[in-house]
């Protein structure tokens, strides 16, 4: 069984900074990745990696977002800078050990936390 649980949103004002956390029940081999969803809109990547070390930016994310995992904690990631009000949504960790293809695409993945909700107010 796989769970998944996010922590670590938040309001915070432009241009702060969050730190998301996702606790894994157990450590998985294979892709950890954060998704968000905004109002009204369909959930996207923001980034991804595998237990091998390859890791995956949507482009919005490069340079501001950046994903990291802690073996020991079965714990990953998500530190947020300079965060923009286009940044607010709920954001979801997902797990799936094995993706052929577009790894920061919600249909491939099977697993997923409930989701902590990030505002950002200008």
């Known amino acids: 069984q796989v769970e998944l649980v996010e922590s670590g949103g938040g309001s915070v004002q432009a241009g702060g900074s969050l730190r998301l956390s996702c606790l894994a029940s157990?450590?998985?081999?294979?892709?950890l990745a954060w998704f968000r969803q905004a109002p009204g809109r369909e959930r996207e990547g923001v980034a991804t990696?595998?237990?091998?070390?390859?890791?995956h930016y949507a482009d919005f994310a490069k340079g501001r977002l950046t994903i990291s995992r802690d073996t020991a904690k079965n714990t990953l990631y998500l530190q947020m800078n300079n965060l923009k009000p286009e940044d607010t949504g709920l954001y979801y960790c997902?797990?799936?050990?094995?993706?052929?293809?577009?790894?920061?695409?919600?249909?491939?993945?099977?697993?997923w936390g409930q989701g902590t909700q990030v505002t950002v107010f200008s």
């Open positions: 997902a797990y799936q050990p094995i993706i052929s293809d577009r790894p920061l695409e919600a249909g491939a993945y099977s697993h």
């Open positions: 157990k450590n998985f081999y294979g892709w």
């Open positions: 990696m595998h237990d091998s070390g390859r890791i």
